[in-house]
Each structure stands twice: as structure tokens, then as C-alpha cells.
């Protein structure tokens, strides 16, 4: 038997793992997933061409719409989205949300400028072009990303708003958060939006954001978990961007894997519907959370696993409770 998934990249190293873990337990069974981005995910959902999709954006009330049955929302872990930046000689800085938006709306063009001078007083930033970097696909990071400038630039919310693909302003795309890291990290002057678990592996350089309580923080497991200090919806339909605990990293993410709440469709199996739940059920898990703490994402919260589990448990075939 074999289960397939696609969708977002930015849980790709997370789900590459414990999808092997599972296999491991549950010899016979085979897990396979297409880190194709979130739209990518969506749509593949849609097209019933997957098991799963996987994406870092709750599905919106339009896109909820067009998948033409109930789809649940499962919670897997939580990361962060973070400037990674390629500068030499320059390892500690400093950025605010409006600034970030001013460089990716082509305001900021320098990175002497002095706005980024003036929160950086005692860093040699130099007279270099700013080469922004952005997703070329639909983008579950991207989405989280501009919600954020969204909430804090009146500017970026008036000219590009928040959305999975955008026309860009400014900058050089690249595919996945592989492709971002990878152009940061060998163009001097990059700077770029990544999940923090590729800028933590790949030992970028990261900026400190400051929060809405006005401090500048790193994305850490501890800051991340901060900011789902927050009531949770019973669909766990959940932004956590810019929250306001004072210890919250500012662009915090839940990121989910989708499935349809009746199983019972096209040629699948009870046994198929089976597994995918036993399968869900094994990523909340004690286990299957710790492999997330392990490799830099932030493991759910026991709220957001209380109210996961309901969901998995709802999960029926043809009206038939799996769980």
C-alpha cells in the first residue's frame, strides 16, 4: 500500500524524515511527498491526484469552496519565515517589517541607506545594491510572508497586499525555499525570505525582526512557540503572525497537511484511509513531535494537539468514524 502527498517545501526536511520513521514502523507501506510548493499542494488535493496535501497557508473561504467536499486541517509542527541575508563582514542586524517591505517594493535599493543605518548604528553596512530575492512559485512561505508586511506597511498592503503568488516589485525569483537559500547564499548583497529551518541548516545569516512589542528577536524554537500563546480555533485554522506576546518572533507559522474529511472517494480503499489517519496520528505523536524539535522546527503546543487530535478523529469513511 502506498500513500502520496505533495505541497509546501518549507516542512519538506521535517516530513522527509518522519514519513521514513512511519515506513519503518509500518514495513510495507510507502509514503511518498512532492515538496511542489503549497498551491501546488492545494491543487493537487483538488485534482484527488494525492492523498494528502500540504501547505504553510489555511485554505481561504474561496479555495475552500472550490475543493468540492470538507477539508481538515492538520497541524503538523511550527516554523518560522526568516530574512536570510548573504554581507560580508556583517554577521548581527537589525530590520523592522516596514523596512523589509520598502526593500522588496524597491524603496530601499542600498544597504547604507540610511533607515537600515539608523536601526544598525554600530554595523559597517556597505555601499552595495540590495538584491532581493522572492518565490517564483505559489508559495504557502510567500503567503505567510506578505500577510506579515501586509499588517505592518500600509505601503506593501496597498501596492502587492498578501497572497500565495505575487507580481514583485523588486528582486530575482527562485523556486522553493531550497532555490531562495540557495541565490542568498551565493549572491553577496541577497537578502531573502526562508523557512528557518533551511537558513538554521545551511548556518546563513539571519536578521533579528522586532516584534510588536518592539523587540528585536531571533527565530528560535522558544520565540517561535511564543507566539502561539494564543486561544486556538477548533479548526485549527490559526495565524500566528505578529503576535502579540513580547517574546514572539514576529512571523511565526503553523504549517498543516490537508486532507478531505470523508475518505470515501474515487477508487480509495477503507484500508487506504486507514492508514492515512494512523499516519497523521503518528506525527502528533510524542515521537513524531520530537524528530521536529530535532531537525529546527517548533514542536505543537499541547493546545494545538488537544484540538488536532479531535480533527484526526473526525476523520470518517463514507460516514464510518476511522479513528
Partial sequence: MSLSGAGAT??????????????????????????????????????????????????????????????????????????????????????????VADIYLGNIKKWNDPKLQAINPDVPLPDLDITPVYRSDGSGTTYNFSEYLSMVSPDWDSVMGKGKALKWEAGIA??????VAGIVQQTEGAIGYIGSEYALTLKLPVAKLRNKAGIYVDATLETISAAANVTLPDDMRATIIDSDDPDAYPISLFTWILVYKDQQYGNRTKKEAEALVDMLGYIISDGGQKVAAQINYAPLSAQAIEKTKKLIGEIHYGGELIN
Fill in 174 to 179: 527562485a523556486k522553493g525555499n531550497p532555490g
Fill in 10 to 99: 518549507f516542512p519538506y526536511p521535517y516530513y522527509n524524515i518522519v514519513f521514513r520513521d512511519y515506513m519503518r514502523l509500518n514495513g510495507g507501506l510507502k509514503v511518498s511527498y512532492g515538496a511542489i510548493g503549497s498551491g501546488g499542494g492545494i491543487r493537487s488535493l483538488r485534482d484527488r491526484s494525492v492523498d494528502f496535501g500540504a501547505s504553510d497557508a489555511f485554505l481561504n473561504s474561496k479555495e475552500i469552496a472550490s475543493m468540492n467536499a470538507e477539508v481538515v486541517h492538520i497541524a503538523t509542527c511550527m516554523g518560522g519565515v526568516v530574512m536570510a541575508y548573504t554581507l560580508e563582514g556583517v554577521d548581527s542586524l537589525r530590520l523592522t517589517g516596514p523596512l
